[in-house]
């Protein structure tokens, strides 16, 4: 076959692969479609994604306006965009072009947007393990990619409709720019005095610097990829001095790459006031800036000194002095190292946010499995090639993934970036076991018998090979039983449930409207909340849902905006304390006052905790095994996370009570005190008996469960039950609205029966202040379908209540 028969035949085979690879890499990640896809409903994965449809909503209506300011969530202030819209964009385009026009066909089609992009990582991996090491090294990177690692395969897959794809899409389509203009530059030295060499270096930065513009236009945090790009100009501007080689090329593509998006955001109107590189803002200019200086810096001090190591490596001495003063003294050194800190740093919320949370052995392994053990040899394969010839592409690639390492350490976020280096180190290892070691074992075993005498079999080559080969086939074999098995079983258990779904249907559908148009672009400096509008509580798990289904404004939400207000009202124990923010109604789930209590807790105080709610203690299970139990204090039922969702609002005064006794000296190596004894009594006989319990522990009385109280808990006056998604107190949704409250003078007790929309009735009870009962709940123009059974009783008095004294706050006769 001719050579050039023989490279198309080569040319189609890759793009076969290639197309193959791309076909997997979508249909794996279409498995959950059978889960997710319930007629014309499209259910999504993760909280984000539903916000995410909200911006695709409106840049569909608006093509290709982007909304950079947000009333319709953060309440009542509304709340600025922080990221790019490149990936919504992308996303209403598609919907666009698909004819996707209504809500479900809009959620259906944003649906497949990410395997599609996943997809299109692919030839991007394979041209950027080309570049670094040939096209088998390319091929093997390939095929890798479209199953490693869990962690991008989940943020890739049907239903995850999120940034995190086009994150590692566009950052890996930068690193190919980049070291393709390198790798040029390299074999194709640049002078600036003869500009011919000058042309089609700056055409492939060019490249790069647009490549870079994408990914910042998807999210600020593409500023990583320029840190890594700098981290690499010193290694690489020492290499080059010290070789001999021009610092002119580097210079170029740094220059050239760089100038781009620092000339870009100024113009471009999406930077905010202030400095970080978190945001769009004037910091990231000045970074970019400064990484064109330095390359500049390096490059003068190398030709200054031009042959002379020992001066070259005094001055290098000199500026590292330098770097630290400038980073530790100057205000825009400080804006770096807090940016370098947000990094590779750890504060509170890593404790709060899963995603940025440590990166620990488990999940490692989870995530990448035996492909672990692949990375440092892939460093070690590349740090042999870099010793022998000076390649930039290969430093670069060296550089890259220690530093995307070293950041997924430290927050397993970038994990999804990690995958991309992750397959790019495997398949370095097995092309240089396929190139180097296999092909000698095979001429061992083809030689003369009387040959082989002569010689030992390359047992370390075949070792290589061997151990090269089995990881490969391991880490396709673990990472795609570890996919497939969250794509069948773990997607189903992030789908919205049918409760919240069924709650926030029937609220778009039964209350007023906010007064702002879901649809509009709105500018922050132009809008004001109109009179109508209103805030809705709830936990910020819940705020995108209550954004994108329900189409009302809640005051938090999962980029945890006004969380302090939302965790300060659903711990508050009085009404008086109760700040709703604005809120003209809460909705409440069974997470928030059991299992998901202690997250509110933290939110509010990490030092304190669940610590003025509950008492854990341990529980002897059989032998020397204990069980750690949360006993509820008095405060846990006075909160109103707890009287809203458990106890209805009503007031309760339980029959029993939990009296315990436990030992105070904590069980060695668990830190918990043991419960030594628990009996249920009536409230007051509880309370004598710890009053006068003289043990050598301590003794105290609990609620028995979340929905009996230790003691009395009075009413809430100013909050009624609309709607409860289900009868089941274990999966219920409920939706209350605030109101005025009609005052009613009177003593004792008033009471009304209520029967709500599932069907299930209990009785509001509420005990008379001050002479006067406000009552929430009106037994006549009632507009919701939970509804009083007849009038308020007082003895044999039964009272009307009408709606508008309900909402107005009258005062009845």
């Known amino acids: 076959m001719a050579p050039a028969a023989r490279k198309d035949h080569k040319t189609a085979l890759t793009a076969a692969a290639l197309l193959v690879f791309m076909i997997v890499a979508v249909l794996l990640r279409a498995i959950p479609h059978a889960a997710l896809v319930d007629g014309s409903f499209t259910s999504l994965i993760g909280a984000d994604a539903w916000y995410n449809l909200r911006q695709v909503e409106v840049i569909a209506a608006n093509y290709p306006g982007y909304a950079w300011f947000d009333p319709m969530t953060a309440y009542p202030t509304g709340k600025e965009v922080a990221w790019g819209p490149l990936f919504p964009l992308i996303t209403a385009t598609l919907c666009i072009i698909a004819g996707a026009a209504a809500r479900p066909e809009i959620v259906y089609v944003a649906a497949w947007v990410p395997p599609l992009l996943a997809a299109a990582v692919v030839p991007v991996v394979y041209l950027t393990g080309k570049t670094i090491a040939g096209r088998k090294t390319g091929l093997v990177a390939a095929g890798l990619i479209t199953i490693v690692s869990a962690s991008f395969f989940a943020r890739s897959i049907f239903g995850f409709v999120d940034h995190h794809v086009a994150e590692t899409l566009f950052s890996t389509l930068f690193c190919l720019a980049y070291i393709a203009a390198l790798a040029y530059a390299a074999r194709h030295p640049v002078s600036f005095r003869d500009t ?70 100024p113009i471009s109107g999406f930077m905010v006031e202030g400095m970080s590189l978190s945001l769009y803002s004037v910091a990231h200019v000045y970074a970019y800036l400064l990484l064109i200086a330095a390359t500049a810096l390096f490059a003068g001090i190398s030709l200054a000194l031009k042959g002379k190591q020992n001066e070259y490596l005094g001055a290098l001495a000199a500026l590292a002095v330098a770097g630290v003063a400038f980073l530790t003294l100057t205000d825009i050194g400080k804006v770096m190292m807090s940016g370098l800190t947000a990094f590779f740093g750890r504060g509170m919320t890593a404790t709060a946010i899963r995603e940025m949370a440590p990166w620990d052995p488990g999940l490692a392994w989870q995530s990448f499995n035996v492909g672990l053990l692949l990375i440092p040899a892939g460093l070690a394969v590349l740090a042999l090639r870099l010793r022998r010839e000076n390649r930039p592409e290969v430093l670069f690639t060296i550089v890259w993934s220690v530093i995307i390492l070293f950041a997924t350490i430290q927050h397993l976020r970038f994990e999804y970036y990690l995958a991309v280096n992750l397959a790019l180190l495997a398949a370095v290892v097995v092309a240089w076991a396929l190139d180097y070691g296999l092909p000698k074992t095979i001429a061992f075993f ?118 302090r207000s939302a965790s300060g009202f659903f711990l508050a124990t009085s009404e008086e304390k109760a700040d ?142 609309v709607y409860e998604s289900s009868p089941d107190p274990a999966t219920s949704v409920k939706i209350f609205e605030h109101v005025e409250g009609a005052a009613i003078p009177g003593e004792g007790v008033i009471e009304v029966t209520v029967a709500t929309n599932t069907g299930r009735e209990f009785v509001y009870r509420q005990a008379s202040e001050n002479g006067t009962f406000v009552v929430p709940y009106s037994t006549t123009g009632n507009p919701y379908d939970v509804k009083t059974v007849g009038g308020y009783r007082i003895g044999n008095e039964e009272i009307t209540v009408t709606e508008e004294a309900v909402t107005g706050g009258a005062q009845l006769p």
Do not use: C
């Not at 042309?199 to 513009?213: D, F, H, Q």
């Not at 090329?249 to 955001?265: K, R």
């Open 196 to 265: 011919k060499t000058i042309l089609p270096v700056a055409l492939l930065a060019l490249g790069a610097g647009v490549a870079y513009l994408l990914g910042l236009l998807v999210m600020p945090t593409i500023i990583l990829f320029a840190l890594i790009a700098g981290v690499f100009t010193v290694i690489q501007a020492v290499r080059n001095h010290l070789d001999g080689t021009g610092p002119e090329g580097l210079l170029l593509v740094n220059a050239v790459t760089f100038a781009l998006p620092t000339i870009f955001l």
């Open 446 to 563: 083809r030689e003369p018998e009387s040959k082989k005498k002569k010689k030992t079999l390359p047992a370390a080559e075949v070792a290589a090979v061997g151990i090269a080969v089995l990881l490969a086939v391991a880490l396709v074999g673990a990472s795609a039983s570890e996919n497939i098995g969250y794509a069948q079983n773990g997607v189903p258990r992030t789908m919205l449930a049918d409760d919240w779904r069924d709650a926030l249907e029937w609220m778009g559908d039964n209350t007023p409207g906010p007064g702002v148009d879901y649809y509009a672009i709105y500018e922050k400096n132009t809008f004001t909340q109109p009179e109508e509008a209103y805030g809705v509580m709830s936990w910020w798990d819940y705020g995108h849902w209550i954004t994108f289904i329900a189409q009302r404004i809640p005051v938090t939400n999962p980029f945890q905006d006004n969380v």
């Open 580 to 721: 709703a923010a604005g809120s003209r109604y809460v909705v409440i789930d069974s997470k928030m006052a059991d299992e998901g209590f202690p997250a509110i807790a933290y939110w509010h105080d990490a030092a304190t905790g669940t610590t003025p709610y509950a008492t854990p203690l341990l529980v002897a299970v059989g032998g020397d095994t204990y069980r750690i139990e949360p006993f509820y204090r008095e405060d846990f039922y006075k909160t109103m996370a707890v009287r809203l969702q458990a106890l209805d609002g009503t007031l309760v005064e339980p029959e029993k009570a939990l009296y315990i006794e436990y030992d105070t000296r904590s069980v060695p190596e668990t830190g918990y005190p043991l419960l030594t004894g628990s009996k249920e009594m009536s409230p007051a006989e509880a309370q004598a008996a710890a009053d006068a319990y003289k043990g050598s522990g301590k003794a105290a009385v609990f609620g028995i469960d979340t929905a009996s109280p230790a003691g009395t808990v009075p009413a809430l006056r100013h909050y009624r039950l």
